[in-house]
């Protein structure tokens, strides 16, 4: 992506006519977007603080964006957490940390048979792609052979793409996954170098850049984001989306904190639906090509401003995140269509999709004990 120069175009147009700004700002922002051009850090900063940037506009302006590249499609992705716990890493949000003593169920890497199951549910619900997450540090030259044989046998069974988390790994490793058929590798850079010792002591920022550099340098896609609410300054965020733009990743899941008691890090973060909806509008910005997913605590955070967040995004997680359930896939589903988005699934899973959500879709009766709960607690 050219870097040139940061444009700021708020204080021009505040100055000069206050009438004229809720279209001529808008729309600066979406044509440097288009072009390729930075937004200065003090005009990053508006948008996400500023109370004269308006939201409706803001993601209108955004959505223009989102509409050249990816049109009115969501992709969906299904995660499946391979192995939960088990993990030496100390990072400060997580609950599968060696110092998180969150009630988890912590399993080793699941059975082949069991995963390929999976991955064949992934496909038949229609999921663009399939996302493999492991917990630990990263893989030993043996685990990286056995995910590659994994990794090439699902590829062989289904017309899925395939995305792996699995820690931080090397050149070595990136290639030989690369070899096998993975179609990206997901490590997020979670938060910005100046805040990250503030989320973990037992890897840094810089280990997170270079796995992504590693994958990067064989030519594996790379998926890596954020997460929003940990304590960071506004700028803190700014520094991560320009850092995911220079990386030219190709996917950037947005994820809004969500404290799991037994973590670290267990303060609620003030997050209200509207900034959140400023930072996915930001990093679609600083990010126009990016897939960028709204992930976890899209409904705890978003509420029912949950949709709007597809005007910025493009992409979202079904059936929950790594330790946390989500909300039900056929209400997902239906608020795409209702909101006039079409979901981007396999070729040939139409049909399949379809018979699902009948089946979901039937209304469910109330119980007697709902309908009568007097009568129920008297028996
Ligand atoms: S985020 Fe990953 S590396 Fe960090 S503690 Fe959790 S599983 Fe381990």
Not at 186 to 194: D, F, I, M, Q, V
Not at 301 to 328: K, W
Not at 329 to 351: C, H, P, W, Y
Request: charged share 20%.
């Amino acid at each position: 992506m050219p870097q040139t120069k940061s444009l700021c175009y708020t204080e021009i147009v505040w100055k000069s006519d206050v009438k004229n700004m809720k279209t001529t700002f808008y729309q600066k922002l979406t044509s440097t977007s288009l072009q390729g051009e930075l937004l200065s850090d003090a005009c990053c900063e508006k948008i996400l603080t500023a109370s004269e940037v308006e939201l409706l506009p803001l993601l209108d302006a955004a959505y223009q964006v989102r509409k050249t590249y990816f049109q009115n499609t969501v992709q969906l992705h299904i995660l499946n957490n391979a192995q939960n716990g088990y993990c030496p890493e100390d990072c400060h949000y997580c609950a599968q940390a060696s110092s998180a003593t969150a009630d988890i169920e912590a399993y080793p890497l699941k059975p082949d048979a069991e995963i390929l199951a999976e991955a064949e549910r992934a496909y038949a619900s229609g999921a663009y792609r399939y996302c493999i997450v492991m917990s630990g540090r990263g893989p030993s030259p043996k685990r990286v052979a056995h995910l590659a044989e994994l990794i090439s046998t699902v590829k062989a069974r289904y017309p899925i793409e395939v995305c792996l988390s699995a820690g931080l790994i090397d050149v070595a490793a990136a290639q030989t996954l690369k070899a096998a058929g993975l179609d990206r590798l997901n490590h997020n850079l979670n938060t910005s170098e100046a805040h990250y010792p503030k989320i973990c002591s037992t890897h840094s920022y810089q280990d997170r850049m270079e796995t992504l550099q590693a994958a990067q340098r064989v030519g594996l896609a790379c998926c890596s984001g954020v997460i929003v609410g940990m304590g960071e300054e506004t700028d803190d965020l700014i520094q991560v989306a320009k850092a995911l733009r220079e990386l030219e990743v190709a996917s950037l899941p947005v994820n809004f904190f969500l404290p799991i008691s037994g973590t670290q890090l267990t303060e609620t973060p003030t997050l209200t639906p509207a900034y959140c909806l400023r930072v996915l509008c930001l990093y679609r910005f600083l990010n126009p090509r990016a897939e960028i997913r709204i992930a976890a605590g899209r409904e705890h955070h978003l509420r029912n401003m949950e949709v709007m967040a597809l005007y910025p995004a493009n992409s979202m997680f079904i059936e929950g995140y790594l330790n946390a359930t989500g909300t039900g896939t056929s209400r997902t589903l239906q608020m795409i269509e209702d909101a006039g988005f079409t979901i981007k699934i396999n070729v040939g899973d139409e049909e399949q999709l379809k018979q699902n959500e009948t089946k979901k879709r039937d209304v469910l009766l109330k119980e007697l004990k709902v309908l009568r709960p007097r009568m129920e607690s008297s028996t």
